[in-house]
């Protein structure tokens, strides 16, 4: 925040009713009645005319009445009673009971000032600082602060203090502590929140969370709302550290120094965060270093992820591996879990899929959400392990269980594919591969949906089509379908509407819709026979009897187009809806 930018704040203090200036604004406890003082102040007592002002700018005993204050201050005032002038200025700089007038509120504080109103010196110091933004402009401003500062005037030490820090006219960070230190002190609320960031950020003082929340919690015993806020985050988003943690910062510290590795960590860990001790990623890496060589697991972790990333230290893959295999070895879970990824992708070891799954299960059996994540990916896609669904799906449900987000959006798509699998098949995928050898056809035509969905097998379009080809010849329908679309796609095997043609129709002459209805599309537009609509509806006609809701789409275009059979809308309609309740 700019420091002007935060004069007119700051001004709130000193702008406040004179009641809340009781060693200057208030009248004597002891009072005449009205009507005495009344003809007291009109014979020129200047002390009954403050005190009259007073009542009527208070709403005290008459009815609140700003000019009514204003014209009695201002009897009081030209005779030279420095709370009528220094009242009167506020009501000058204010626009109560008077049109707003700087210049006039500067002549009255002026005079109090010189009489040694100390008030008058803050507010007319703090008035001059918004009103002069040039360097040149401030001295007067800092003359009067000084002076009321040094006759013990908190608002004016914690002014002065700000002046220092933020270098209106002249900068000194250790006047600036000094007397914020004084106002502070004399339970001056902002200055007691000034000292407590002061010591929380390390500015003016070292940093020092014990010294922080001591202060913020004297101005926010006085209800200093940013020193409320200040003290609620004080602990907040520091890394996992608790409280007392962050407040034997220094201590720990102390300690590192000395070599004790569980200091060296946690000291670490609060230059990391910033929380305790300034943030400093690469003092960080240093004393994570000191902690790790002395084998501390939770260091090397910590060491090996900043070689990964590069924070702190330059970028070796080889180094992160290293330090992560140090903690993985000690069984630190997220060590294992992190050198699982480093063989799964070949950072700084060689690539190595089944040591990959070695190190994911080590963390995972210790209930490593992430880990269980990566265990039952490795799973679902064989790499380094045997493809097992009912695995993979076991390891998703325990990571989805506390919550990992990605298993639960791998969990959802474990099942799904687009070649007609069931769960049931996926998950006994692993017993597939026997039976299709021994020529069981539909084991043979479910293997060749595992090679074409990518699931239970590695994608594959080549072994996809033989395996459909084994168990279409043996007249599996499905099997006849999926390769005749595999010619119809040129997938696996050459493009040959022909071909695709010659196994549609022996699929579709088992009644097997989703073939009809290819077959009736082969038709439609003349691909691998001649062109003929006739032949095309009547294929459509027997898939969508059958439920196709592609066939039933297919035909009502058919009848609303005329194509192949007389136009009919009503028809038409009839299978438009059939096929959206069946989508839906």
């Not at 709370?83 to 109090?112: H, M, P, V």
């Not at 109103?117 to 008035?127: D, E, N, P, V, W």
């Not at 049931?424 to 050898?437: E, G, N, V």
């Amino acid at each position: 925040m700019k420091p002007l930018a935060t004069l007119a704040a700051l001004m709130s203090a000193l702008l406040l009713p004179a009641a809340a200036h009781a060693t200057l604004t208030t009248p004597p406890t002891q009072s005449t009645e009205q009507i005495a003082e009344q003809l007291v102040a009109e014979r020129g007592n200047a002390r009954a005319q403050f005190n009259i002002a007073w009542r009527y700018q208070q709403g005290d005993g008459v009815a609140q009445d700003f000019a009514q204050a204003v014209m009695w201050y201002r009897k009081a005032a030209e005779q030279g009673l420095a709370e009528a002038q220094f009242n009167l200025a506020q009501l000058y700089l204010s626009g109560q009971g008077t049109a707003q007038d700087t210049a006039a509120a500067f002549a009255l504080l002026r005079k109090a000032a010189k009489q040694g109103a100390t008030k008058a010196m803050g507010t007319l110091g703090i008035q001059l600082l918004q009103h002069h933004e040039e360097p040149q402009g401030y001295t007067e401003a800092f003359d009067w602060l000084q002076k009321g500062a040094r006759q013990g005037d908190a608002d004016c030490q914690y002014y002065l203090g700000y002046v220092y820090q933020h270098g209106l006219g002249i900068k000194d960070p250790a006047q600036a502590l000094a007397w914020y230190r004084k106002a502070a002190e004399q339970g001056q609320a902002q200055a007691q929140n000034e000292l407590g960031s002061a010591y929380q950020y390390g500015q003016l003082v070292a940093m020092d969370f014990a010294e922080a929340e001591r202060w913020y919690s004297k101005a926010a015993a006085q209800g200093h709302p940013e020193a409320k806020l200040n003290l609620h985050y004080l602990f907040l988003g520091s890394n996992g550290l608790s409280r007392e943690t962050i407040l034997a910062a220094h201590q720990y510290r102390q300690a590192a120094q000395q070599g004790d590795a569980n200091a060296q960590y946690l000291t670490g860990l609060m230059h990391e965060s910033g929380k305790g001790l300034p943030s400093d990623i690469h003092q960080a890496a240093g004393w994570y270093r000191k902690a790790a060589e002395q084998g501390m697991a939770a260091a090397q972790y910590k060491l090996g992820l900043q070689y990964k990333n590069g924070q702190g230290v330059t970028q070796s893959f080889s180094d992160a591996a290293a330090w992560l295999h140090k903690a993985a070895e000690q069984g630190l879970a997220t060590a294992q879990d992190s050198l699982g990824a480093m063989y799964q992708y070949g950072l700084g070891v060689d690539q190595n899929a089944t040591e990959a799954v070695t190190w994911y299960r080590k963390a995972a059996e210790q209930g490593l959400a992430s880990a269980q994540t990566h265990l039952g990916e490795m799973l679902q896609h064989g790499r380094g392990v045997d493809m097992d669904f009912a695995a993979a799906e076991s390891w998703f449900l325990k990571a989805a269980e506390q919550g990992d987000a990605d298993a639960k959006w791998r969990l959802n798509g474990l099942f799904e594919n687009n070649v007609g699998l069931s769960r049931q098949d996926l998950l006994t995928a692993s017993r597939q591969q026997q039976a299709a050898q021994t020529g069981e056809a539909r084991a043979q035509r479910l293997l060749g949906q595992f090679y074409e969905s990518g699931k239970g097998r590695p994608r594959d379009d080549a072994q996809a089509a033989a395996w459909y080809r084994k168990a279409a010849e043996q007249g599996d329908r499905v099997a006849r379908n999926n390769l005749g679309k595999l010619y119809a796609e040129g997938r696996g095997v050459p493009y040959d509407w022909s071909r695709a043609v010659h196994w549609y129709r022996l699929a579709a002459g088992q009644g097997y819709a989703p073939a009809q209805n290819n077959l009736g599309n082969m038709y439609r537009y003349g691909q691998g026979v001649a062109m003929n609509a006739e032949q095309a509806v009547q294929w459509y006609r027997k898939a969508a009897a059958q439920g196709s809701s592609d066939a039933q789409f297919n035909l009502a275009t058919m009848l609303l187009n005329g194509q192949g059979v007389p136009r009919d809308e009503r028809e038409a309609d009839i299978w438009f809806d059939k096929a959206a309740r069946r989508t839906n």
